[in-house]
């Protein structure tokens, strides 16, 4: 199944990420992280805001679609490595070390997306409408996991094209600010998505609730709790 998934979105990935569609970005971002799921668990997704100095970008208009989505595949393949040393992949090894990793925002400058100037935001998102729905209808995932935090919630709600008010359901005992589920079918392009959706911290932060030189006991819990609650819906 995951061969025609995979055709798909290369079929996809090779119009939206075409170097005529990418003459209106700025020259100096990374290649666009593509999703190869050759060898990936479709059925979870996990999302986060956005890589950091990603593959190169004059390498990727040369050689194309099949480069990034090998460099991705390559990068996948590989990760074992990277689970000692950064919080995003521990939590991603806790749910599912085989999920499908997946980001809000497909290229980067070497920054968090939210540092970068108002225009430049402004056209990553017009960019971006549209690209997460196509891949979550493509992959039919069960479970989609958004570890982009609260402070990411205008851009992901400006790419899905919503509100928080429409988008964020509350989960009795939790605070919604630190974790919530997400109305996905709600927003366009999403109507037929069946699985289910939760947005929370990213794993930095969740991270160093757990650590109770930044964080009190309560805060502690309150992120092993929001842990437990997503490996059991897993």
Not at 35 to 43: E, G, M, Q, R, S
Not at 73 to 81: Q, R
Not at 135 to 162: H, Q, R, S
Not at 208 to 225: A, D, H, P, V
Request: charged share 25%.
């Amino acid at each position: 199944m995951n061969q025609l998934k995979q055709k798909q979105l290369k079929e996809f990935y090779e119009v939206k990420f075409s170097n005529e569609n990418l003459k209106n970005l700025c020259s100096d971002f990374s290649m666009p992280l593509l999703l190869d799921v050759t060898n990936l668990n479709t059925y979870i997704v996990v999302i986060g805001q956005e890589a950091v100095k990603w593959g190169n970008i004059d390498e990727f208009k040369k050689q194309g679609v099949d480069f990034a989505m090998n460099f991705y595949l390559n990068f996948m393949d590989n990760k074992k490595g990277k689970w000692l040393r950064s919080p995003f992949w521990k939590y991603l090894k806790n749910l599912d070390e085989n999920a499908v990793w997946n980001n809000i925002i497909k290229f980067d400058k070497g920054v968090s997306t939210n540092k970068l100037d108002e225009d430049t935001i402004k056209n990553l998102i017009q960019f971006h409408k549209g690209i997460l729905a196509k891949e979550i209808e493509i992959l039919k995932p069960k479970v989609v996991v958004f570890f982009t935090g609260p402070n990411y919630d205008y851009l992901l709600n400006a790419v899905l094209e919503t509100t928080s008010k429409e988008l964020q359901v509350e989960i009795p005992n939790f605070n919604q600010r630190h974790f919530c589920k997400l109305n996905l079918a709600n927003c366009k392009g999403f109507e037929n998505f069946k699985g289910k959706a939760f947005r929370t911290y990213h794993p930095r932060f969740l991270r160093r609730m757990l650590n109770n030189n930044y964080f009190n006991k309560q805060s502690k819990e309150i992120s092993e709790n929001i842990v437990n609650y997503l490996k059991n819906k897993i």
